[in-house]
């Protein structure tokens, strides 16, 4: 399959493993995309939170596990789940910057959700950002700042009341929507239907 000329817009979160697995079908795919971390809803949207449930965090749990072996992926549920999300955003943030966003994201999703680990914290951080091709010194300064953090959200406020996103993972290619992992094939349809592609 050529490259569309367009890439697909693609909302991400790194607390959603739904984000990851679509994350790891784009890749798969080869279709080029243009991540933006979805740090906030829009003004009128609550965030989206499937655990605030305990009936849909346990079916989110079950789910996983059985998308997972579904697609031929391991996962390891993280411990703890819940983790200081704006250090890895920052970072990813950083990957983008330095045109390394996909890498940065498969290395991040599969720490988290195939090795179980804290993406937050400082050392696996830079083992993330190694496998990235991101230097482990640039990702400890890029973890807390401010700056980085400010053009996240300036880059996620572009798109927001445009696309309307609403969870993660969240497409849009030439203006359609698709919200899930399991529109993916028919995100895929439509790429490859393109004029464009």
Same mark, same amino acid.
């Given at each position: 399959?050529?490259?569309?000329?367009?890439?697909?817009?693609?909302?991400?979160?790194?607390?959603?493993?739904?984000?990851?697995?679509?994350?790891?079908?784009?890749?798969?795919?080869?279709?080029?995309?243009?991540?933006?971390a979805?740090?906030?809803?829009?003004a009128?949207?609550?965030?989206?939170?499937?655990?605030?449930?305990?009936?849909?965090?346990?079916?989110?749990?079950?789910?996983?596990?059985?998308?997972?072996?579904?697609?031929?992926?391991?996962?390891?549920? @993280?411990? /703890? =789940?819940?983790?200081?999300?704006? %250090?890895?955003?920052? $970072?990813?943030?950083?990957?983008k910057? !330095? +045109?390394? @966003?996909? /890498? =940065?994201?498969?290395?991040?999703? %599969?720490?988290?959700? $195939?090795?179980?680990?804290?993406?937050? !914290? +400082?050392?696996?951080?830079?083992?993330?950002?190694?496998?990235?091709?991101?230097?482990?010194?640039?990702?400890?300064?890029?973890?807390?700042?401010?700056?980085?953090?400010?053009?996240?959200?300036?880059?996620?406020?572009?798109?927001?009341?445009?696309?309307?996103?609403?969870?993660?993972?969240?497409?849009?290619?030439?203006?359609?929507?698709?919200?899930?992992?399991?529109r993916i094939?028919?995100?895929?349809?439509?790429?490859?239907?393109?004029?464009?592609?």
């Amino acid at each position: 399959m050529g490259k569309s000329i367009e890439p697909v817009r693609m909302y991400f979160a790194f607390r959603s493993p739904y984000s990851w697995m679509a994350t790891e079908r784009i890749a798969q795919e080869g279709i080029e995309i243009d991540p933006v971390a979805f740090i906030m809803p829009p003004a009128d949207t609550p965030p989206p939170n499937p655990i605030s449930s305990p009936a849909k965090g346990a079916y989110v749990a079950r789910d996983v596990v059985r998308l997972s072996k579904r697609l031929g992926f391991a996962f390891v549920l @993280p411990d /703890p =789940f819940d983790i200081d999300f704006s %250090r890895p955003n920052n $970072v990813f943030q950083l990957a983008k910057e !330095e +045109d390394r @966003p996909l /890498p =940065f994201m498969l290395a991040a999703y %599969r720490a988290r959700f $195939v090795e179980g680990r804290n993406i937050s !914290e +400082d050392d696996v951080l830079c083992d993330i950002a190694v496998e990235a091709g991101i230097d482990p010194d640039a990702t400890l300064v890029a973890a807390d700042s401010i700056d980085l953090r400010a053009r996240s959200l300036m880059e996620l406020e572009k798109t927001l009341e445009i696309d309307r996103p609403f969870g993660v993972p969240f497409f849009v290619y030439q203006g359609e929507p698709f919200w899930g992992q399991d529109r993916i094939d028919l995100l895929l349809e439509t790429v490859r239907n393109s004029p464009e592609a």
